[in-house]
């Protein structure tokens, strides 16, 4: 994880980063009191974790995407399961707030096996930004960032995948991890009978949220 917590170009910034998804974006949490943002880990979770070990307080706390190659308004993406705060009038995994939005900012999770050790709302979860990174791009007709979301969600669902088949125990969440990915393929590629309302899934994943830490 890097800091930044002073004015940096877009150059100096790409230079610095270790953990580039699919060699274009770069997840983010920008703490809006202290005027910083961290940077490069596979999870929003992970950047937001360090922070509020260092001392910052959740409710400053918000997610974002910087992508390498966009610029203007394409290039922060306003999009993270973090996001998700009822409390704060926050009920998407945007930042719904123009107010937030506006303010300037200064600024291997699956190899290690860490996520398979991750309780399973959150593997959903976090499953489901990308699924939300999916259908975003889908509706700007950005193939580029659509292409890169569908490879990382499918990456995420297969280590769930994987780790389920270890033990009997959770052949339940198996075989929702299964109908899960088989739906969101059918969405994205087609070739099947399943008719998908991309409302309804995004909903789906959301609700996993209220549901970390209660396994």
């Known amino acids: 994880m890097i800091i930044i917590n002073k004015p940096i170009s877009k150059e100096e910034l790409f230079k610095k980063i270790a953990f580039l998804i699919n060699d274009e974006m770069v997840k983010g949490v920008v703490d809006l009191k202290k005027q910083l943002i961290a940077l490069d880990a ?46 704060q009038n926050n009920r998407s995994r945007s930042v719904e707030d123009p107010d937030l939005r506006q303010q300037p900012i200064h600024g291997e999770l699956i190899v290690s096996g860490r996520w398979q050790k991750m309780e399973f709302a959150s593997q959903m979860g976090n499953i489901g930004s990308e699924v939300s990174r999916a259908l975003s791009a889908k509706e700007k007709n950005k193939d580029k960032r659509m292409n890169s979301a569908i490879d990382r969600a499918l990456e995420l669902f297969d280590s769930s995948i994987s780790a389920c088949q270890n033990f009997p125990e959770d052949s339940g969440k198996l075989k929702e991890l299964l109908y899960a990915r088989e739906e969101f393929c059918s969405f994205f590629f087609g070739g099947t009978e399943i008719d998908v309302d991309p409302i309804k899934m995004q909903r789906y994943y959301d609700q996993f949220v209220s549901l970390i830490g209660k396994e």
């Open 42 to 87: 596979p999870l929003h979770a992970d950047l937001e974790q360090n922070l509020l070990v260092a001392g910052s307080n959740h409710q400053d706390l918000w997610g974002i995407n910087l992508y390498k190659d966009e610029s203007d308004e394409d290039f922060i993406e306003f999009d993270s399961m973090i996001n998700l705060r009822p409390s």
